[in-house]
């Protein structure tokens, strides 16, 4: 893990939690650092050992490396907001979940793309790399700009790079629901037997 990503601040619960899932935030600015292909490799390697529903492994990460073609087609792709500052990423990824396959349809595939996306994010932090994801675009010009299959939906676009120094997370986004928002202890609504800040 680099530095920088244990520079992120953490709070006390996160503290006691895997010092990847600690260091793990969402910077908005990335340092101009190029990620090698066997790092780039390693990130995509977590995603496929997710977990998923009869193992259908039904997503998909296009990789757009700042100056390919695809790179700037994906960007372009992006809110204006987005695009501000996911240009300063080296890595582009389009996430999409296959919805279809020869199962036939997969109510699950959008719950295991968000599982691999987290394998990916995390082993992205323990390469002291950094993640932000981005629903902020817009999948139907993406769909059209990689003439993506119609069982796929585009879902994210995930920015990747090693995150830049002076990037640290804002505090609202440090913020997270008490448990008794999340964790219901023996029934809905039960609040559990520790802090519930
Ligand atoms: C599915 C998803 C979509 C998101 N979309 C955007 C986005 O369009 N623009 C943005 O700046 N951040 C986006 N984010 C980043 C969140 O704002 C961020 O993860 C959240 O504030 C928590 O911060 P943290 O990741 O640093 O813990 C998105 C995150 C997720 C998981």
Known sequence: MSSSARQAPIN???ARVHPLIAARYSPTRFAD???PVEVLQRVLEAARWAPSSYNRQPWYFLVARRGQPAYERLL???SAYNRGWARTAPVLLLSSAQKEDARGPNRYAEHDLG???GFLALQAVAEGLATRFIAGFDADAARAAFDIPPQYRPWTVIALGYPAPEAEPTPAQRER???AAFVGWGGW?????????
């Open 12 to 14: 006390p619960v996160q």
């Open 33 to 35: 650092r190029e990620v």
């Open 76 to 78: 372009s792709t992006l």
């Open 115 to 117: 599982l691999a996306s």
């Open 177 to 179: 629901k008490p448990y």
């Open 189 to 197: 609504g039960l609040a559990p037997p520790f802090a519930t800040d």
